[in-house]
């Protein structure tokens, strides 16, 4: 029981640093073109990152049962990747890279689920075809979208940036700055939305998968009345984890995540209230199309692409190519070293007494 509890509070711990690791995913763009302040800017996104978390749990279930084995799975492989994934979320968020989340946990799930297996990599599922025709596992939902929904951001923002250029070639910059300065204040909360619809999944279904495994192990079997909802003999997103999810990310949001919100808003690109509107609209399509179809895409690779690509389109050498390099390291390094990570944490916690 007391591992079970563990586990939930490093899922909902791993939220929380998700809330604000990832603010700057919704509001980098609306802060550094000043339409709405920092604390303005926060307040909207937690509010709108917890109206997302509550649209569908397709990403929870493929995060919770569609990437590994769960008949190998046990609640330490759970913590372990939870583990490896705060680490690197802490560590990124500590050098001001914005890396993804999502990618930190299925990295640190899928390396601890290896050492729980003794090497075994088969208990990854690589690529599966479902009953209904559809496609599963860790080819099409993780490593596929990886590279196609940056590439995706960067070209849709790019074609949205050039016709608002096209459409508005004879406006005043002062009237441009006026209509997407308002307008980008809905382009921001939709972008808010969208990365609660697809960012809290991802705990739910972690939280989830804890719960079915400890269910099935028989580690819930002599709960007091009180906890009865603990138990989940079948894999299922429960309300009160959707509910304690959706919080926990919002009041994450609302703690901020400055070092972040600076690289995003300030240090890749000069933005301007249409450039700011064009990143958010693009990425965020992108983002709730990903969510729709249960994939769990990384918001934070998406926004970013998105706003290289506005930058592009404004003038190639406005994006600081430099600080890019920086921000693509960290994206091709996550899902191996939370790997390992997770895979460490899995032998320290059995070394430690915890099975």
């Known amino acids: 029981m007391t591992v079970v509890l563990l586990v939930l509070l490093a899922a909902l711990a791993f939220e929380y640093i998700n809330g604000f690791h990832d603010a700057a995913n919704a509001i980098a763009t609306v802060v550094s073109t ?25 990403v929870a279930k493929t995060i919770g049962a569609g990437l590994v084995d769960t008949n190998v799975i046990t609640l330490t492989t759970v913590l372990a990747a939870l583990i490896g994934a705060i680490i690197w979320n802490l560590l990124t968020w500590w050098l001001g890279l914005p890396s993804s989340s999502s990618h930190a946990l299925i990295g640190g799930l899928c390396g601890a689920a290896l050492a729980t297996a003794k090497g075994d990599w088969s208990v990854l599922k690589w690529s599966i075809v479902k009953s209904d025709g559809s496609h599963a596992g860790l080819w099409p939902k993780v490593v596929m979208p990886m590279f196609s929904s940056p590439v995706i951001g ?23 700055n006026s209509i997407f300065g308002k307008m980008q204040i809905v382009s921001a909360g939709v972008m808010g939305l969208s990365h609660g619809s697809n960012d809290a999944q991802k705990t739910m279904g972690i939280m989830a998968l804890a719960l079915y495994t400890g269910t099935k192990a028989g580690v819930l079997d002599n709960l007091p009345s009180w906890l009865g909802f603990l138990r989940s003999p079948e894999f299922v997103i429960h309300d009160w984890i959707i509910i304690s999810c959706a919080l926990t990310m919002a009041a994450g949001t609302a703690g901020g995540g400055w070092r972040i919100i600076r690289t995003m808003g300030h240090k890749m690109v000069k933005l301007q209230p249409i450039h700011g509107f064009a990143a958010e609209t693009s990425a965020a399509a992108v983002i709730l199309g990903a969510s729709h179809f249960g994939i ?21 050498s406005a994006v600081k190519w430099g600080v890019v390099g920086r921000i693509v390291w960290a994206w091709v390094l996550t899902l191996p070293i939370t790997g390992m990570l997770g895979y460490l944490s899995v032998k320290a916690l059995h070394a430690c007494g915890v099975q």
């Open 34 to 58: 000043r339409v709405l302040t920092p604390r303005q800017a926060i307040a909207m996104a937690a509010f709108f990152n917890l109206l997302g978390a509550f649209i569908g749990v397709g």
């Open 154 to 176: 960067f070209f849709v923002a790019a074609v949205v940036m050039a016709l608002l250029y096209m459409l508005l070639r004879k406006a005043t910059p002062r009237l441009v």
């Open 296 to 316: 769990p895409v990384s918001t934070t690779h998406v926004i970013s692409t998105a706003i290289m690509g506005v930058g592009t389109v404004k003038r190639f």
